[in-house]
């Protein structure tokens, strides 16, 4: 078992857009990608845990999340960095279908994207962090056992941070202030 960093996406990784779903969309965070690198050096687990209710709302499909998904990739690679796994909960309480839940087990705040990807990563929760900038993704580490950072991109401007174990500028900050705290 070894600890890893979660990731949000759209707003921690890349500028927030709504319903991203065209790969001419991603503009990737400043920072964001050599941020990633550094924890690939190190060998630490990058995930990605995202809500994207725009796939169960319809305005966009699993192929669209996975041709922005392959555009982050090679954006990343151009500075040797990855993402080590990528996990997507697409429910919403105004979702289609069999995506019409508002508190799927997946959904962020709530932790099943992380433990999927401990029980399938081997990864030690409780020595993770999550970084977001959106409460909900706090409360989601938190509910997971990890210790939670929030960045200021995004939303997160607008989020109080005082139940977050720490507070930084941007991904490529808050990848320093765990390094540093690093087990």
């Known amino acids: 078992m070894r600890p890893a960093v979660f990731l949000d996406r759209d707003g921690t990784l890349n500028e927030e857009v709504d319903y991203l779903g065209h790969p001419d969309q991603l ?90 990807a401990a029980a399938e990563h081997e990864l030690d929760l409780a020595g993770s962090w999550m970084v977001g900038d959106k409460a909900i993704d706090l409360e989601a580490g938190r509910r997971a056992g990890c210790r939670v950072a929030l960045v200021r991109t995004g939303y997160g401007a607008g989020v109080d941070g005082a139940d977050a174990d720490l507070v930084a500028a941007d991904l490529a900050e808050a990848v320093d202030l765990i390094l540093a705290r690093w087990p």
């Open 27 to 116: 503009v990737m965070i400043p920072g964001a990608a050599a941020a990633v690198a550094k924890l690939n050096a190190r060998g630490i687990p990058v995930v990605v845990v995202t809500n994207q209710s725009g796939i169960g709302r319809g305005k966009y499909g699993w192929q669209d999340f996975a041709a922005v998904m392959s555009r982050m990739g090679t954006l990343l690679a151009l500075e040797n960095a990855r993402i080590d796994a990528v996990y997507a909960s697409p429910h919403h309480e105004k979702g289609q279908g069999e995506y019409a839940m508002a508190d799927h087990p997946d959904r962020k705040p709530n932790p099943g994207m992380f433990l999927k």
